[in-house]
């Protein structure tokens, strides 16, 4: 089945072409697609048409299975299915500068951090473009005329692991012709693929960076990411030089505070000398804890404050990320872990 939304106009139209149909209809079926309209609703396209596209493509290969809306602060977390049946999830978070939608690149990942649930079994697949779209898609369509205006690839997967279909993604959002959507809105993160961060930086998308830091060292790294044991710490933090250097937009780091493993004051004290002269911002995440992932634990309000105030009196701008919808479900990746679990228990016959 020909997955349309991975298509921008020109490359739908010569598939229509093929097809024997002249060149309006693509425009015709296009703005259908962005609507996040099946092909039966397709309303302006002639009925054998619409059959002829049922047969051969799929409209849009991610659906909203189910939806959590926080009563606290307006956040809804998705659970979506695709077509193949695996499920991925996402959260839209609802700011005063607009929606911000968090979407999912890949179905798990392969990087296997210590304290991740969307890692723990592994990376099934990659997503297609058009499932990346497809999210935005579905979730326009359900905000009733309210639309997502910015977008955080800090779902499952790891986008630099995927990097043609990202690029691919990033350019179709961007279209004129498309769904128009800024790319200045965008951020990007990742764990560090020192290669692909120099590639991202030729790209010319003026994406915002985030990386996964986690840590002031590699001694530390190395226990909660796999990756730093292929990328120094050095490398990864040139590559970032070079990104601010290449596009003129600083860098975010993302840093999980992990209690009783990189949130002491002198870690804090090496951060700060490492980051030195890097235009950058730190967002800090106290952990989120995954029962799965063992003795990882969040830090004390104590040990937040005290790192955060020891890094701002070495002039590091930074801020703790705001939790949201904490009523509705815990750490990413988790959502769908327990679904494929009831279900394997469902079927199972346990309830
Ligand atoms: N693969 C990309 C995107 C992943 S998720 C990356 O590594 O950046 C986005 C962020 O959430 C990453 O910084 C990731 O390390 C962090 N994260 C994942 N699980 C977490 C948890 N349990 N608690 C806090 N942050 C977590």
């Known amino acids: 089945m020909e997955q349309l939304l991975s298509m921008n106009l020109p490359e739908l139209t010569d598939w229509l072409k093929a097809l024997r149909y002249p060149a309006f209809r693509g425009k015709q079926l296009y703005e259908w697609l962005l609507k996040g309209v099946p092909f039966e609703g397709m309303t302006n396209l002639p009925k ?3 059959a002829k596209l049922a047969r051969t493509a799929v409209a ?4 909203i299975r189910d939806a959590f809306v926080s009563r606290l602060d307006g956040t809804e977390k998705y659970l979506y299915e695709l077509d193949d049946g695996n499920l991925i999830e996402g959260v839209l978070m609802r700011y005063h ?3 911000t939608l968090c979407l999912s690149t890949q179905v798990g990942c392969h990087m296997g951090c210590a304290f991740c649930a969307s890692t723990l079994e592994g990376c ?5 473009p058009g499932e990346m779209l497809g999210q935005i898609v579905a979730v326009n369509a359900r905000l009733n005329g309210d639309r997502v205006d910015n977008v955080v690839l800090m779902g499952s997967g790891e986008p630099l692991d995927n990097y043609d279909n990202v690029m691919k993604f990033l350019r179709l959002m961007n279209d004129e012709k498309g769904l128009n959507m800024s790319l200045r809105g965008v951020s990007l993160s990742t764990c560090g ?3 692909n961060m120099y590639r991202l930086a030729e790209e010319g998308l003026p994406v915002t960076l985030s990386l996964s830091l986690h840590a002031p060292n590699d001694e530390i790294r190395k226990k909660l990411m796999p990756v730093a044991k292929v990328y120094a710490m050095d490398d990864v933090l040139a590559a970032c030089r070079n990104y601010v250097e290449k596009t003129g937009r600083r860098v975010i780091f993302e840093y999980a505070m992990v209690g009783d493993v990189n949130c002491e004051p002198a870690h804090a004290d090496e951060l700060a000398h490492r980051l030195r002269g890097l ?3 730190v967002n800090l995440i106290p952990l989120n804890e995954v029962k799965e992932r063992g ?6 309000q104590a040990q937040i404050d005290r790192f955060m105030k020891r890094l701002q ?13 904490d009523d509705i479900q815990g750490a990413c990746g988790q959502l769908r872990r327990r679904t494929i679990m009831n279900e394997e228990l469902e079927s199972n016959g346990v309830k």
Not at 124 to 128: A, D, G, H, K, Q
């Open 295 to 300: 003795a990882l634990k969040a830090p004390t």
């Open 48 to 50: 054998d048409f619409r």
């Open 279 to 281: 235009q950058c911002h």
């Open 60 to 63: 849009n290969p991610v659906r």
């Open 97 to 99: 500068h607009g929606n």
């Open 193 to 195: 693929l020192v290669p």
């Open 124 to 128: 099934v697949r990659s997503l297609t």
């Open 313 to 325: 009196e070495r002039h590091i701008s930074v801020t703790r990320r705001r939790e949201m919808g």
